[in-house]
């Protein structure tokens, strides 16, 4: 019977790192999908907030930025709109982040403001069917002084609002004061010459602001 007993206990000692192993869970996934903000134009991915949102919070991240996208119409140079390219994301993510509306709204004079509300539903809709129980979050341009930038992001705070999407607006609620010449000198990758493309620096001082909107939603 000890035998018996020893063998039994030997067993389970042998199988246990096997059994623990088995059942780690899985790491939570997080894609971002969007234009050149998410790409992050011409410096690292790593460089962004939110890789450093998805490490700090332990997610795997999973990048679909694309520099020149727009959400609303294919760009010869630049490929295919979101509205169709969120198809291409993975089926399985814990969390979607979408920053996008800066090309629709520096083309808006040609692309019409109805056509980007249209394929802004279309987004919302396909997103909602495809990831029905992932917390899906929306992030606006920065602020322009442009009013054409100024209607993309009330009609995406409207668009995706209907479809029960939470948006930051980036143009009013952000520390990123993108209008400045002397603060894009500082905080953008070419500087004063840039109205989108945040550094390291830049991206750091966003992060905090992000990651407190993001947090209020993750546990819903």
Not at 78 to 97: C, H, N, T
Request: proline share 5%; net charge positive; hydrophobic share 40%.
């Amino acid at each position: 019977m000890k035998r018996i007993l020893s063998t039994l206990a030997f067993l389970f000692l042998s199988l246990s790192p096997t059994l623990a192993q088995t059942t780690e869970p899985q790491r939570l996934r997080m894609g971002v999908i969007g234009d050149s903000y998410v790409r992050n134009h011409r410096e690292p991915v790593e460089n962004t907030w939110h890789y450093k949102f998805a490490q700090r919070h332990g997610f795997e991240y999973i990048n679909y930025g694309r520099n020149g996208a727009c959400v609303s119409i294919d760009r010869q140079r630049f490929g295919p709109a979101l509205w169709k390219r969120y198809q291409e994301m993975s089926d399985s993510l814990d969390l979607v982040i979408v920053i996008a509306g800066h090309n629709d709204a520096a083309l808006l004079d040609s692309i019409g403001l109805p056509l980007y509300r249209q394929r802004l539903g279309e987004v919302c809709q396909g997103l909602i069917a495809r990831y029905p129980e992932t917390r899906i979050l929306w992030f606006t341009p920065w602020s322009h002084d442009d009013p054409n930038f100024l209607q993309i992001v009330d009609a995406t705070i409207d668009v995706c609002g209907s479809w029960g999407i939470p948006v930051f607006d980036a143009y009013r609620r952000s520390n990123i004061f993108a209008r400045d010449d002397r603060f894009r000198d500082i905080y953008f990758q070419s500087g004063r010459r840039d109205h989108a493309h945040l550094n390291a620096r830049g991206h750091d001082r966003f992060l905090p602001v992000a990651e407190s909107f993001i947090m209020q939603y993750l546990n819903r």
